[in-house]
């Protein structure tokens, strides 16, 4: 019998000089997170029901949706809204409403949802949810802070496991990581709420897992070639560790596409801010990672390698 071959996305025996193109690497990573910071500030991310306040009424026509009709029928029942637009299939409809805390839901939902159907008979509301401009502040608050203290939580790990320069270079990756997926965020206009912040933190732990595969080798690696300049080290076991980089990004990009596809408006932007953190955090890990490992190690490293254990 003939044992099968095992699948693999590129030969055992490859030696990419991914150092070669470190500082290429380095300076299109800070200039698309510079970008990013900038889209931050102007336009901005656009904010969802959690972060920013108000009401959102979901509703579904008999029909193909008729925006200009709907709009027509909620002024002239003098309701305000902060916009009109479609998701998912034709027929839905979502109706965002400025609040405050004097604000009636019921009543504003009641007057919705008889413009709605005078606009296009037959047409109902599915769902209204509200949330107050204090509880906003305060979920926006809290949804930082937990950005913040994995950042922390993470940079103590990884020092806790391997030295400090793999630490520095782990997060200050992870936060150019993120930086680019505000970016992305604010160019698809996808709504940051506390369902973009769970995704946040999920592609912050898949790269974050990513990269320690990497620096795992780097290390064995260390004690095994003591006098390999650290660059040919660092290239040695990216290489060494390409294939299970590519075949696990690959994996969960594979895992995350029908949600993107298919998931509908609940799960679609969650799951294509995933495939984006995806695609930038397996990139980081050879193209940001491992130079900002070499340019803060390349002496240190070296000097302070010790033998394996007995």
Do not use: C
């Not at 490859?14 to 997170?33: D, P």
């Not at 910071?37 to 972060?51: R, V, Y």
């Not at 839905?92 to 919705?112: G, M, S």
Request: aromatic residues 10%; hydrophobic residues 50%; proline residues 3%.
């Amino acid at each position: 019998m003939f044992e099968r071959p095992l699948l693999r996305f590129v030969r055992s025996d490859t030696k990419i000089n991914f150092m070669r193109g470190r500082f290429a690497g380095l300076a299109t990573s800070a200039v698309l997170s510079l970008i990013s910071l900038a889209l931050f500030f102007h336009p901005g991310l656009t904010l969802g029901l959690d972060f920013k306040g108000g009401i959102v009424v979901e509703a579904k026509t008999n029909g193909p949706a008729d925006f200009a009709k709907i709009r027509a029928a909620l002024a002239a029942h003098n309701v305000s809204t902060g916009g009109v637009q479609a998701f998912g299939g034709p027929d839905d409809v979502l109706i965002r409403l400025e609040a405050d805390k004097n604000t009636d839901t019921n009543a504003v939902v009641d007057q919705v949802r008889h413009a709605v159907a005078e606009a296009q008979p037959g047409a109902t509301v599915v769902r209204a949810d509200a949330v107050g401009a204090s509880v906003s502040a305060e979920l926006f608050r809290n949804g930082m802070l937990a950005l913040g203290l994995s950042l922390l939580m993470i940079l103590g790990y990884i020092w806790f496991r391997f030295e400090w320069e793999f630490a520095l270079s782990a997060v200050v990756t992870l936060v150019l990581d993120l930086t680019k997926t505000v970016g992305f965020l604010v160019l698809t206009h996808f709504e940051f709420d506390l369902v973009m912040v769970a995704a946040i933190l999920t592609i912050l732990g898949y790269s974050t897992n990513d990269k320690v595969v990497v620096y795992d080798r780097v290390r064995e690696n260390l004690r095994k070639y003591r006098t390999m300049p650290l660059r040919e080290l660092i290239d040695l076991s990216i290489n060494e560790t390409l294939n299970r980089t590519l075949g696990t990004s690959s994996t969960v990009f594979l895992a995350a596409l029908p949600l993107a596809l298919f998931g509908g408006a609940t799960l679609s932007g969650f799951a294509w801010v995933m495939l984006f953190g995806i695609v930038v955090g397996t990139s980081s890990s050879i193209f940001i990672a491992a130079p900002l490992l070499l340019l803060l190690g390349e002496k240190r490293l070296r000097k302070d390698v010790r033998p394996p254990s007995a």
